[in-house]
C-alpha cells in the first residue's frame, strides 16, 4: 500500500438493481481512489438476493465489473478490495431472513463454500484481497455474538464454538485462493448491548482467527441494537473506538485497523504514530487528493 489509510466498505445503492456495477457505482469509487486513500475496500454479495445497496459478485458474470473497479483505483497506486458482504437484512433491521440458529450443518457448509468461491473470483477479476464481513450482526457475526447464537451443537455455546464458522471461512478462502492471496477479518470489538460480545471474548476470537490465516483484523464496534456505535453521531467522542484496536493489536502478530470517529488526517495520523493500529480506516471523513499521502 501507498499509505496507511483506508476506505471502508459502505452500501451506497449506486449499481443497478441485479448488483451490476454500473457507471455510477465505477464514478465514485474513481472519485475514492482519486482522494489518495491506499486501500479501498467494496462490498460484493457472494450469495442472497441481489438490489442495487451493494454490488455482487456471486456468478462469474459479475467479474467484468469488478475487473473495471480494479483497474479505475489501481490507475491511482492504490490497492482494491472486495469485502464479502452477503446481500439479507441485519438481525435487528426489519425481518431477517434466516435465524442462524436454525442454518443446518449442510446449510453452513455450503455458505462457507459461496464466501470461498466468491474470494476465487475477485482474484480472477484483479481485486487484490478479500474481506469477511465479521462485524454488525451481518451473518458472520451473528454466529460468533453471544446476544444472537443460541446453538447446542459445535457452532454454538463456547468462545471457540461460535468462532468456528468464521475461523472456517478462512480457511475455507485460504485452501482454495493459496495462502498468499491477503485477507482481512472485520469484527466488532465491543457490540455494545447487554448480552453481546465484549472486547476481552474479541481478544479470544482475533487469536483464532489469526490462526486460521487471517492477515488482518478490522476492528469495528456495534450492532443494529447499537445503531449510534456503527454510523455514530458527531456527538460521539473521535477515537472512541482505538483502545478495542490496540486490544487486539496487543494479542495478534498480523495488522491491525482501526476505525470508528478517526475524523481527520491528523487524528488518522496520531493513531498510527501511538502504534495502537497498523492502518486508519475514513469512511466518511474527507480525504483530500494528496492529503493521504502524507501517513
Known amino acids: 500500500m501507498k499509505n496507511r489509510v483506508v476506505f471502508p466498505s459502505m452500501c451506497v445503492f449506486f449499481c443497478d438493481s441485479e448488483g ?8 465514485y469509487v474513481h472519485e475514492r481512489a482519486v482522494g489518495g486513500a491506499g486501500l479501498l475496500i467494496i462490498p460484493g454479495s457472494p450469495h442472497g438476493k441481489v438490489g442495487p445497496g451493494r454490488p455482487a459478485l456471486s456468478h462469474n458474470g459479475y467479474i467484468p465489473g469488478w475487473e473495471k473497479l480494479a483497474a479505475v483505483v489501481h490507475e491511482h497506486g492504490a490497492k482494491l478490495f472486495c469485502q464479502l458482504h452477503p446481500a439479507k437484512f441485519q438481525a435487528g433491521r426489519g425481518f431477517a431472513i434466516d435465524d442462524v440458529n436454525d442454518f443446518t450443518p449442510e446449510y453452513i457448509h455450503s455458505l462457507i463454500e459461496s464466501y470461498a468461491d466468491c474470494a476465487v473470483r ?6 487484490d484481497g478479500v474481506e469477511i464481513h465479521g462485524a454488525h450482526a451481518h451473518e458472520v457475526a451473528q454466529f460468533m ?9 459445535s457452532y454454538g455455546g463456547s468462545t471457540e464454538n ?9 480457511e475455507g478462502i485460504k485452501r482454495i485462493t493459496g495462502a498468499d ?5 472485520r469484527i466488532s470489538g465491543n457490540e455494545m448491548v447487554q448480552g453481546g460480545r465484549e472486547i476481552e471474548e474479541t481478544v479470544e476470537i482475533a487469536r483464532l482467527l489469526e490462526k486460521a490465516g487471517a492477515d488482518t483484523l478490522h476492528v469495528s464496534c456495534g450492532m443494529p441494537e447499537s445503531e449510534y456505535a456503527i454510523s455514530m453521531p458527531m456527538d460521539m467522542d473521535d477515537l472512541f473506538n482505538v483502545d478495542s484496536a490496540a ?9 491491525v485497523i482501526a476505525v470508528d470517529r478517526i475524523a481527520t488526517m491528523e487524528e488518522a495520523d496520531a493513531v498510527i504514530k501511538s502504534k495502537k493500529a497498523d492502518l486508519a ?13 502524507e501517513i
Open 247 to 255: 486490544a487486539v493489536k496487543a494479542a495478534v502478530s498480523v495488522p
Open 145 to 153: 455474538s453471544p446476544f444472537y447464537n443460541k446453538r447446542t451443537d
Open 20 to 27: 451490476y456495477i454500473n457507471e455510477t457505482m465505477i464514478e
Open 181 to 185: 492471496y491477503p485477507l482481512i477479518f
Open 122 to 127: 475477485a482474484k480472477m477479476a484483479g481485486v
Open 281 to 293: 480506516a475514513l469512511a466518511r471523513a474527507a480525504c483530500g487528493p494528496g492529503y493521504c499521502g
Open 162 to 170: 461460535r468462532a468456528r464458522f468464521g475461523v472456517e471461512i478462512v
